[in-house]
T-cell receptor
Framework: DAGITQSPRYKITETGRQVTLMCHQT?????MFWYRQDLGHGLRLIYY???????DKGEVPDGYVVSRSKTENFPLTLESATRSQTSVYFC????????????FGPGTRLLVL | GDSVTQMEGPVTLSEEAFLTINCTYT??????LFWYVQYPGEGLQLLLK?????DKGSNKGFEATYRKETTSFHLEKGSVQVSDSAVYFC????????????????FGKGTMLLVSP
């Protein structure tokens, strides 16, 4: 399917486990982003990437790792999940520059027990 | 730093009522301004945007005017429908010169709109 997809859509895990959330886009957009959405906080940027092998921290990067070996994929890894990382995670991409229109995936709802 | 402030929700309206969701911002220079909408269970999608002062963005009956003098970008719709029930996010991006680096969007906390028949 064309567009931006995320997997899994729902995930339950336990504290201390490693979890990887996948993001794939078919547009060949240069910029990709990971956000988390929490009640009372809105959307907060975790990491972003300007191109393959170029990543940078956002507002709340602690406890997360990203990689981007291919333009179309931007996985987010929680190295040792904590309850505070229970959230809805959104991946997004931008065609030209990150301050322009961003296109969002459907989200991954993560519960850490 | 840049910031966006939205009115807290939920905003509850009856069908065909007039909608206003307030958004004010703090930024240096002349940012671009956006409204994104999130329908239940989905990701965000762009609703409208404006890139300079006095511009009006519009889409699906929604409108917002970039007011630099009041640093505002209020969202309005003349007659809401049940299908407009969603969370609405105001966002800004700074004006960045090409080849001088880049920045990212700054989002408000979102305002939930609930429309009843």
């Amino acid at each position: 399917d064309a567009g931006i997809t995320q997997s899994p859509r729902y995930k339950i895990t336990e504290t201390g486990r490693q979890v990887t959330l996948m993001c794939h886009q078919t547009w060949s957009h240069s910029y990709m982003f990971w956000y988390r959405q929490d009640l009372g906080h809105g959307l907060r940027l975790i990491y972003y990437s300007a191109a393959a092998d170029i990543t940078d921290k956002g507002e709340v990067p602690d406890g997360y790792v990203v990689s981007r070996s291919k333009t179309e994929n931007f996985p987010l890894t929680l190295e040792s999940a904590t309850r505070s990382q229970t959230s809805v995670y959104f991946c997004a991409s931008s065609e030209t520059r990150p301050e322009e229109t961003q296109y969002f995936g459907p989200g991954t709802r993560l519960l850490v027990l | 730093g840049d910031s966006v402030t939205q009115m807290e929700g939920p905003v509850t309206l009856s069908e065909e009522a007039f909608l206003t969701i307030n958004c004010t911002y703090t930024a240096t220079g002349y940012p671009s301004l956006f409204w994104y909408v999130q329908y239940p269970g989905e990701g965000l999608q762009l609703l409208l945007k404006a890139t300079k002062a006095d511009d009006k963005g519009s889409n699906k009956g929604f409108e917002a005017t970039y007011r630099k003098e009041t640093t505002s970008f209020h969202l309005e719709k003349g007659s809401v429908q049940v299908s407009d029930s969603a969370v609405y996010f105001c966002a800004l991006s700074p004006r960045i010169e090409l080849n001088s680096g880049y920045s990212t969007l700054t989002f408000g906390k979102g305002t939930m709109l609930l429309v009843s028949p």
